[in-house]
Every structure is written in C-alpha cells, then in structure tokens.
C-alpha cells in the first residue's frame, strides 16, 4: 500500500544559497510535510512556468523575452530594495530573491496570455489556488522572512508618533 507520510527525518546534505537559507528550510518539515507541497507543486508550477517561458519566447522572440525579464527584474530590484532596508530588513533578498521572482512571473503571465489567451487564467488560478503561499504556516515563515512581526512594528510606529508629537518646549530632536 503506498503511504503519502514523509517518514522519519532525512539529514540531506545542505547547500547555502544565502545566509540562513537551506534546501531543507525550504521544504516541509515533519509537522506539515505532504507530497503536494513538496513534490507536486514544484513540478505544476516549474511546468506552467516552462510553458510561459517557452511561449514567450515563441511569440515575442529572444531579445524581447530577456529584454523583458532583465528590465522588470531592474524595475523591482530597487523597489523592494528600499522596502525591505526601509523596514530594518537585508535587501539582498528582494535583488536575490524576489526581482527574478517577479520578473519570471511577468514573463510567464505575457507568454501564456499571448498563447493561451484567457485560456491563461485558469493555468495561472491552479498554481495560485494550489500554492504553498496559501498554507498558513508556510505564509507565516514568509512573513517573517521578507516582513516585520507585528509587536516590532507596533513598538516602531509608537516611536514615530512619540516623536512627531514631542512637545516643543522638551524638544530633544535639534541638537546644538
């Protein structure tokens, strides 16, 4: 009988892509390990994203399916950069990560449509409906990952506000 269980813990050898990263970070632990998520997903979504690729390429060419990856992936980069550094968070995720990311995304989105037409959209509705994103614990190791914990950013705000409505006569904000 085949068992969808995972099985007791595999030590797998761990390559360091970034700091603090590891393939065995990135797929289930034993708490929420499914086959879906670890197994099935990647492959509908490498799938659905070769399809894009493939099709971009096919209808836009060479030149415009690079031109329009790297100048997407340059238009975020510097975007999520000063988010996330704006937020107290490293910003080589967002060049690292999440530019190629979206950019891989925007390509694939022009290739299917230009394919597939509205036809796309239940490609693109499968791989979102079925993402790992939508699984509140992975969503929460996202979270903390690119953004801020809620009692960090609370104590942050508090001291914004503090600050902006000091009063003038204790106005410790101008040095001399």
Same mark, same amino acid.
Do not use: K
């Given at each position: ?11 797998? $050898?761990?390559?360091? /892509?970034? $700091?603090?990263?590891?393939?065995? /970070? ?10 879906? !998520? ?6 509908? +979504?490498?799938?659905?994203? +070769? ?5 971009? !390429?096919? &209808? ?12 997407? &992936? ?15 968070? =490293? ?7 999440? +530019? $190629? ?20 959209? =239940? ?22 990952? !690119?953004?801020?914990?809620? +009692? ?14 000091? $009063? &003038? ?8």
């Amino acid at each position: 009988m085949w068992s969808l269980d995972p099985g007791p813990s595999v030590q797998r $050898p761990s390559s360091q /892509s970034s $700091p603090g990263v590891t393939v065995d /970070s990135m797929r289930s632990n034993d708490d929420t390990g499914s086959l879906w !998520y670890d197994v099935g997903w990647p492959v509908l +979504a490498g799938t659905v994203a +070769a399809c894009g690729v493939v099709a971009a !390429y096919v &209808e836009i060419g060479l030149l415009g399916t690079v031109a329009a990856f790297v100048l997407i &992936e340059l238009t975020v980069a510097p975007s999520a950069w000063s988010i996330l550094t704006d937020m107290g968070r =490293p910003g080589r995720p967002a060049v690292m990560e999440l +530019a $190629p990311v979206c950019a891989l995304g925007t390509v694939v989105a022009l290739g299917l449509v230009a394919w597939m037409s509205v036809w796309s959209i =239940p490609a693109f509705l499968l791989v979102l409906v079925t993402s790992p994103l939508l699984d509140r614990r992975r969503r929460s190791g996202l979270a903390a990952r !690119y953004g801020s914990q809620r +009692a960090e950013t609370r104590r942050r705000f508090e001291e914004i506000v503090a600050y902006a409505f000091a $009063p &003038e006569d204790d106005d410790h904000r101008l040095s001399d």
